[in-house]
């Protein structure tokens, strides 16, 4: 299929994808609980003649059509919403109180049905050079992701080769930002349940003082982090809650934190719960609390395939009015990482900021996308199996 092809397929089909997006969009589901979406997912390639699979949880989709004798590609989108309220006043808003598409899951879901029915046609004609796999992957917002269940699922065998977007509001819709190597960073997560003896605030010397522990974990946890890391890795350690007692005037007996820790090098990544352990029994010793600690691995680097971002930077300089951006690594977790411990892959970044008022972030309540980024997106993904593979 030739790039004119390419826009003739969006100039008649753009607007279902559009429709897909607003429709995905107003009734988001939240991780493990995607059935609706999965549902709709089902039809529709059902509808054009594909024979998509439910994966075993009962939510998530693989469709595979194509050549049976070619190297099989794999292309992911993920389904779940997040439990963030909607404040876009848009008029296909969220109708699910409390959970929005504040991530982009959305428009995944609607390029990835795009340039499946796309490359299906070119299936048909007898142009696909190689087999496609549709991945939707259902839990992605939640730690270690829906991936794990994908791949248990026998999602990836069989593939030589796979390709996802993830929207991206700091990059201007009609780019796509590419960067060979680490893309996203691993993300764990770190609780640590505190426990004292309590007691009265005007006596601290007489039991343990549970809030000046918790306080000096807080601050003392990132800092020697911070000096017994390489800098270079892109380590950073953060809080995201802290709770503990309600009188101003009782030392309480228990406290917990909650936060998070990433790094952009899978080798640090790797000694990362070793020395968050070490660290927090050493900072708490000489304070009298006992503390337990949950460390819960997340996620490895996004590290992208030099091959594959090539694939993805002729697909883009093929589009036309799209342009191919250098793009940073971003703290970010991402279970696409995952699929890349298997095979050869690349995730890109589908700018979709209008270009007008603020840059409205990822999971933020008025989190939204220029529509125009979904046509791009679909090129994208298509145009990089169209392509063929590069030596």
């Given at each position: ?78 389904l779940d919403g997040l439990p963030v309220p909607e404040q ?168 917990r934190l909650r936060g998070t820790v990433r790094t952009g ?93 603020p840059r409205c972030d990822l999971h933020a309540p008025d ?25």
């Amino acid at each position: 299929m030739s790039l004119p092809a390419i826009d003739a397929w969006l100039a008649d089909n753009l607007h279902r994808v559009v429709t897909w997006r607003r429709e995905i969009h107003a009734e988001p589901e939240l991780s493990k609980a995607e059935y609706a979406t999965t549902a709709k997912v089902v039809a529709i390639l059902a509808a054009a003649g594909l024979t998509p699979q439910i994966l075993p949880t009962g939510t998530g989709v693989v469709c595979d059509f194509g050549p049976v004798d070619a190297p099989r590609i794999g292309l992911r989108c993920d389904l779940d919403g997040l439990p963030v309220p909607e404040q876009t006043g848009l008029p296909f808003t969220s109708r699910v109180e409390g959970v929005s598409h504040s991530c982009g899951h959305d428009a995944h879901t609607a390029i990835l049905l795009g340039a499946g029915l796309l490359l299906a046609e070119a299936a048909d004609r007898g142009e696909l050079p190689f087999g496609v796999r549709l991945l939707f992957q259902a839990a992605e917002e939640v730690m270690p992701g829906g991936a794990l269940d994908a791949i248990d699922a026998g999602a990836m065998d069989g593939l030589t080769r796979i390709f996802a977007l993830h929207c991206d509001p700091h990059l201007a819709a009609g780019t796509v930002g590419l960067r060979a190597g680490a893309l996203t960073s691993a993300a764990d997560r770190v609780e640590v349940h505190l426990r004292g003896p309590g007691g009265h605030s005007s006596r601290p010397h007489l039991t343990a003082d549970l809030v000046y522990a918790m306080g000096t974990v807080i601050t003392g946890l990132p800092g020697i982090l911070s000096r017994r890391v390489d800098p270079r890795s892109g380590t950073v350690m953060a809080w995201g809650a802290a709770h503990s007692g309600d009188a101003p005037n009782a030392i309480p007996q228990e406290g917990r934190l909650r936060g998070t820790v990433r790094t952009g090098d899978r080798d640090v990544w790797q000694d990362l719960e070793p020395l968050v352990r070490s660290t927090i029994g050493q900072l708490v010793a000489p304070l009298g609390v006992t503390y337990d600690l949950t460390y819960v691995r997340g996620v490895p680097p996004v590290v992208n395939d030099e091959t594959s971002i090539a694939m993805l930077r002729r697909s883009v300089e093929a589009i036309g009015p799209a342009a191919a951006v250098d793009t940073p690594q971003s703290p970010g977790g991402e279970d696409f990482a995952w699929y890349l411990e298997s095979v050869p892959g690349a995730m890109a970044r589908l700018g979709v900021w209008s270009g007008v008022g603020p840059r409205c972030d990822l999971h933020a309540p008025d989190f939204d996308i220029d529509e125009r980024a979904l046509g791009i997106g679909v090129a994208t993904l298509a145009g990089a199996v169209l392509g063929g593979e590069l030596d």
